[in-house]
């Protein structure tokens, strides 16, 4: 038997040390999360994406009376950026939930497992880097690869 051990690398960061492009791009996600579709976990989830063209596109978590058929923000931000910005590489991704509750995540919003892996998929189609901002009230996770979310992700390459 072989053990091996996988480690990822993040950085963190409150939200008033986050430099300009990555506020921006923040309170777009927070901003966003005013647009959601939630009646039945009336938890908001918002997704801010800047592309290499310095666009920011956006994306709302959409649910649906017949489960599991709603959609998540991270991939309703990268389907719509792929899908009018076809050629043009998504730089960052940020991800912001918002409880109708408790307010904003006190604790960076991690993305399911489809998203992560339409994350990747998204990385890999323009061979390069995603980086992605985890964002809670008090602190933002950064890491610089999707890839460093999903280290058993499917691929078909």
């Known amino acids: 038997m072989k053990a091996r051990k996988i480690e990822i690398k993040y950085e963190i960061h409150s939200i008033g040390e986050l430099g300009a492009e990555d506020r921006k791009l923040v309170d777009a996600a927070i901003e ?46 990268l389907f719509y950026a792929n899908s009018q910005y076809p050629y043009v590489p998504v730089k960052a991704l940020a991800i912001v939930g918002i409880s109708e509750v408790n307010g904003m995540n006190r604790t960076p919003l991690s993305p ?25 009230k008090e602190e933002v996770y950064i890491v610089e690869s999707a890839k460093d979310l999903l280290p058993f992700a499917f691929d078909n390459y």
């Not at 399911?112 to 809670?136: H, I, K, S, Y």
């Open 32 to 77: 966003a999360t005013q647009r959601s579709y939630a009646p039945y976990s009336h938890f908001h989830v918002g997704a801010a994406a800047l592309l290499e063209n310095d666009v920011i596109v956006t994306g709302t978590n959409q649910e649906n009376v017949a489960y599991p058929s709603g959609l998540c923000a991270e991939r309703t931000a």
């Open 112 to 136: 399911c497992g489809a998203c992560r892996q339409v994350m990747l998929e998204t990385e890999n189609r323009f061979a390069t880097p995603m980086r992605v901002l985890l964002c809670g």
